[in-house]
């Protein structure tokens, strides 16, 4: 259970994120440098008070999730393309999670519109006692509806302070898991979906440009310890961005030093998940507080 100066730290979080929710998709445009709206987007969360609490995630078709921008980045938007921007803001730690699809692919609508729907009814169905797994029922067959597929191994996931991945997963298929959704729990429910001859699952791509911390022992050169201790102060356990460190550290020497940070396990990095036959990915999220008879979206109205 969380404290009512906790609760207050979500909803303010929850508000920001629902007000930059509108502006992406304005800002999100073919053309437009992926780069551009990460910067952009990260830095309207300051200027409204919070902070990223990850890199902004652009995913583009068969990219599911974990792609930001690296430093220097020239990708931009292409036409006729689905894109994915999942952000979340941190206030005092208390982290709120949604992604957005922007679809400039008439042909592909439909994935946008069944995440979207399959969202909606999993909202609906979320109040205590309630099995997680009945959730993933209620959004696979939302999704089969569409004749489309749910990607099976990505799940929503259960919210604590300074950390986003909180034990409890919200699956996107029914199965056989047995627990409950517990009133006062903080959960992002996310959806994705993709076409129905697709496999339905992600697998790691090659690159990876977020990273977290894992442990203060390890670091080996001067610079990977200074480093640690900067990435440590300034984002605790959340994910960061390289990006994030231009403006304390030259790039090659931060290159070098994280580097030598993840061989030694100080620091684990996300590899890119992309769809695992290469076909186009939607996604659609909100973060929510469970309440007695069900939940309020504490990232929209
Ligand atoms: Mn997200
Ligand atoms: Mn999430």
Redesign the pocket.
């Known amino acids: 259970m969380f404290d009512t100066q906790a609760l207050g730290s979500f909803r303010k979080s929850g508000e920001i994120v629902a007000r930059l929710r509108k502006e992406v998709q304005m800002m999100v445009k073919p053309g437009v440098q992926a780069l551009r709206i990460c910067d952009e987007l990260e830095q309207k969360m300051r200027d409204h008070g919070g902070k990223p609490a990850f890199p902004v995630?652009v995913g583009i078709n068969e990219v599911a999730a974990h792609y930001t921008s690296p430093p220097g980045d020239t990708l931009t938007i292409p036409a006729g393309c689905l894109a994915k921007i999942?952000f979340?803001v941190q206030v005092d730690g208390y982290v709120t999670?949604?992604?957005v699809t922007v679809c400039f692919e008439p042909r592909l609508e439909p994935l946008a519109q069944a995440a979207d729907e399959a969202l909606g009814n999993a909202i609906r169905a979320f109040r205590p006692g309630v099995k997680l797994s009945e959730i993933g029922r209620v959004v696979q067959s939302t999704i089969q509806k569409y004749g489309l597929r749910p990607i099976s191994n990505l799940t929503g996931h259960k919210i604590e302070r300074y950390t986003i991945h909180a034990g409890k997963s919200v699956p996107n298929v029914g199965g056989m898991n047995g627990t409950r959704i517990e009133e006062g729990e903080v959960y992002?429910i996310?959806p994705f979906t993709t076409l129905a001859k697709a496999a339905g699952a992600v697998v790691n791509g090659s690159s990876a440009y977020i990273y977290r911390y894992v442990k203060p022992k390890g670091a080996t050169t001067e610079d990977s310890k200074k480093l640690l201790a900067y990435i440590q102060s300034n984002f605790s356990t959340l994910p960061f961005a390289s990006r994030w460190l231009d403006k304390t550290f030259e790039r090659e020497t931060a290159k070098k030093a994280l580097y030598d940070l993840i061989k030694h396990k100080c620091v684990s990095a996300y590899p890119v998940l992309v769809e695992q036959t290469g076909n186009p990915v939607a996604q659609s999220?909100h973060t929510v507080l469970v309440n007695r008879e069900g939940c309020t979206i504490l990232t929209g109205p």
Do not use: I, L
Request: glycine share 12%; no cysteine.
């Open positions: 995630n999942d979340g999670d949604t992604s992002a996310e999220e």
